[in-house]
């Protein structure tokens, strides 16, 4: 089974897709993560994120990987050996991220391992190209919304969790320039799936989401 869970910056996305991964026995599946390690990569080894010939060099040497977490159903991201997941959410690191993601040839570095994966297991992946390009036969495809400045209030909370606090703002203007970002570069931007279902987040709780979701999948029979 493929489910493909799309959408713009603190829609809902990871939170969603990992308890409905969990829910129905597939495994989550963060591609933004995979951006992110990308970006860590570059940030450390001083080479510019705006320099793609160099940073596939250096993932190819690496390289970039995905292995189970210890929930089981959920993957870590590597570099090399090393576990990075906990690097990858720094404001730093969201910025760059969207900058790496513009490249095509990163983008199918990674899609590849995104599609290997899905061969593999059942899934519910999450991103932004998820359902237009990655698993574009997807079983199911959501996009999910929500307004701005409830996503840019999400996303303060989570830096918040993660020690890092940042004005209401900021995070209100660096979701905006990422959002922009996501949509408007030439290859494999952020957009809904002609045959995706989509969900407005804004005032619905998670459960409520999940129980509509479950539902969809009860009636699509999968
Ligand atoms: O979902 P996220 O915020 O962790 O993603 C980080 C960045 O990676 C985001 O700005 C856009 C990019 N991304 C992408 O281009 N395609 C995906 N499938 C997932 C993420």
Known sequence: MQIAIDGPVAAGKGTIA????????????????????????????????????????????????????????????????????????TSEV???????????KIRSYLVKIQKEIASKFSVVMEGRDIGTVVLSNADIKIYLIADQKTRALRRQ???EEKGEYVSFEKVLQETIERDNRDMSRAINPLKKASDAIEFDTS????????????????????
């Open 18 to 89: 990992r308890l409905l991964a969990k829910k129905i026995n597939a495994r989550y599946v963060d591609s933004g993560a995979m951006y992110r390690a990308v970006a860590v990569l570059g940030l450390r080894k001083n080479i510019s994120l705006e320099n793609p010939v160099e940073l596939l060099l250096e993932l190819k040497k690496v390289p970039l990987r995905l292995r189970p977490a210890r929930d089981k159903f959920s993957f870590d991201v590597y570099l090399n050996d090393e576990n990075v997941q906990d690097n990858i959410r």
């Open 94 to 104: 969201s910025r760059g991220s969207a900058v790496v993601a513009q490249y095509p």
């Open 157 to 159: 909370k989570q830096l």
């Open 203 to 222: 005032n619905m709780s998670i459960e409520q989401v999940i129980n509509e979701l479950v539902e969809i999948i009860k009636e699509k029979k999968i």
